[in-house]
């Protein structure tokens, strides 16, 4: 990814996650959000969230990453996750392979199009399953 491209993603992610912490790791763009609602119905009400913003802008995102793990309240074993997963902050995470709903459509204007704003806005949704 460009670096002004990179630059314009994380001041987009800023301004609702004033608090994002941006690391370089393996060649990838790394994000975390220090403090991410969770729903109730979940084992926790904040946690962290990490993901990677991809190489290019036109390619879909995938993934987020949860710490501590998450457990639904009602026992069920969550869908479309994988309980230990690796980030640039540690081992203890855990993955939810999640794609965001909407079509990926990023346009030359970051806010005209999809953005690392909108994926990290769409974690939100997952949640939203209790699945």
Known sequence: MDAARLAAELDLLRTRF???EHREHGGEQWVRI???SVPVGWSHR???IAFRIPAEPGQQPYAFFAR???ALLTGAAPTNYTA???TPWGTDFAQFSWSPLEAWVPK???RAGANMLNFAASFADRLAELS
């Open 18 to 20: 004033p608090d994002i």
């Open 34 to 36: 220090p403090a991410y």
């Open 46 to 48: 904040t946690v962290e």
């Open 68 to 70: 501590p793990a998450l």
């Open 84 to 86: 230990t997963a690796t």
């Open 108 to 110: 030359t204007d970051l």
